[in-house]
């Protein structure tokens, strides 16, 4: 059974930095695509950062180049260095899989972020 166990959130102040990471176990073989979503209270959950097992990214709209996700695929972990936080960053961010293309997405159980002086 694969299992998501993220790590790296809490509180931190404006303008200050956070790495998130999130590792998969009970995978066999690499995985497709791992990334991270967030929801903060009264919103949609969104897309934060993702990779590809190739090295193919993609981020969120609001990122403006404050994050950089990245993996090591031989661990079957990602990271997301968030840079630059603002308040408005703060939410709960969740570890997103997709183990095969298709697949459906497996999710870690949320990490909280809290940027605020």
């Known amino acids: 059974q694969v299992q998501l166990v993220e790590s790296g959130g809490g509180l931190v102040q404006p303008g200050g930095s956070l790495r998130l990471s999130c590792a998969a176990s009970?995978?066999?073989?690499?995985?497709?695509?791992m990334g991270w979503y967030r929801q903060a209270p009264g919103k949609q959950r969104e897309l934060v950062a993702s990779?590809?097992?190739?090295?193919?990214?993609n981020y969120g709209d609001f990122v403006k180049g404050r994050f950089t996700i990245s993996r090591d695929n031989a661990k079957n972990t990602a990271y997301v260095q968030m840079n630059s936080l603002k308040p408005e960053d703060t939410a709960i961010y969740y570890c997103?899989?997709?183990?095969?293309?298709?697949?459906?997405?497996?999710w870690g159980q949320g990490t909280q972020v809290t940027v605020s002086s």
């Open positions: 990779i590809t097992s190739g090295g193919s990214t």
């Open positions: 997103n899989v997709r183990l095969r293309i298709g697949a459906s997405p497996l």
């Open positions: 009970g995978v066999i073989g690499s995985i497709y695509v």
